[in-house]
């Protein structure tokens, strides 16, 4: 459907990283209107709009997470994929957007949901302050086309924190960065066992002995680390490997850090990925990832994010790893802990399952490892949920890629669904 596309493009033309989608949010509240919809913002931003006698709801969130050269997106078709170069493309969320924006200059009766900051913790469903008419609520944020989500994992942030000392040291200086990681979503890509830059970045340098300097990496709480660098001193010539490119930057006297074999220990015993794999839905069920890593202001911070599709491991896995850095001496605090939905079929799912496999072969009623908004809504409001959404694949990264063919079919399928609903 190229209107879709077309929607999307306009999206692309204006600034909506999370944090920073106000811009965005005033366009898409005046679109509503233009198409007759009434329009209502709450405090943290969701835009609400109603016409008519909505059976249905249609949900996305509006903001994105910027990689590269994002917010500034150069759009480009290769293979069937639309892509933006040097940047996350947006995708994640922006196609379901782009959608709602078809449906609502389509249809006469129409909930439509944008939610704000879903990337930095679900805030816009968290803060959800709007009364949603319909009974039915349709999410547009999944991934793989083949498939229908009616359960999500939950999720918490987790920080450490300890502060550092320095002393002087003469030695060879090297500048190090990580290469060829490939980053990706926190869930859905944690399964691929993707390389994570830190841990990369870490092993290096304790295997040949370095004594950090500098020492940072990673890009979002939610998406694998894919850079990572840091400053060294070390005895013997270094020799760069796939992971880590060197640069030797001559001798000097330097300021290192007292605590950098604590720190390197650390990253290098920490058990980072899947915990736990669900064999009946065949997917990952726990799993925690490795996100970011700061020294500033003489101290080293590190930020994890932890997944669970089972409220029990989600708790599990909160409490272990705030313990394993408390037995380093770091100060620990987890936040933003938001409960799995472990949703079940019901008739919702099976009209959508009957409109999606009108356009897909095989289509699945599952679960995902991530965060799903409609969870939360679903808590707050008597609806039914489902998600679905277009093959997106390394959402979060500069790799990021959305098949064309696949945003017609879900395109075709939401609009069946609206309708027989009309």
Known sequence: MQEVIENFKKICTIPHCSFETEELKNFLANYAKECGFKVQIDKVGNIHCIKGE?????????????????????LYEENGFLRAKNASLGADNGIGVAIMME?????????CLFTNDEEVGLLGANGLECELKAKKLLNLDHEGED??????????DI????????QKAYGKVYELETRNCKGGHSGIDIIKN?????KEMAKFITQNKGKIISFEGGERINSIPKHAKALIICEKELKENEWVKCTFKGEQE???CEQGTLLLSVINAFSNGVRNYDTKLNIVRTSINLS????????????????????????NIEFESLEFFKSYGFEVESYNFYPPWEGKENAFSKEVFNALSLFVENVKISAIHAGLECGIIEKKFPLMCASIGPNIYNPHS????????????????????????Q
């Open 194 to 198: 993707h390389k994570n830059a830190l």
């Open 254 to 256: 330097v300021q290192i």
């Open 54 to 74: 909505p059976k249905i709801c249609l949900q996305s969130h509006y903001d994105m997470v910027c990689m590269g050269d994002a917010p500034k997106l150069e």
């Open 147 to 156: 498939e229908i989500m009616i359960g999500c994992a939950g999720g918490v």
């Open 292 to 315: 970011l890593l700061k020294m500033q202001e003489n101290k080293i911070i590190f930020e994890l994010f932890a997944r669970s599709n089972a409220l029990d491991e989600l708790e």
């Open 398 to 421: 500069t790799d990021e890629r959305c098949e064309l063919s696949s945003v017609e079919k879900i395109s075709k399928a939401v609009f069946e669904v609206l309708k027989n609903n």
């Open 103 to 111: 449906a609502m200059r389509r249809f006469s009766h129409l909930e």
């Open 159 to 166: 920080r450490a924190s300890q502060s550092f000392s320095t």
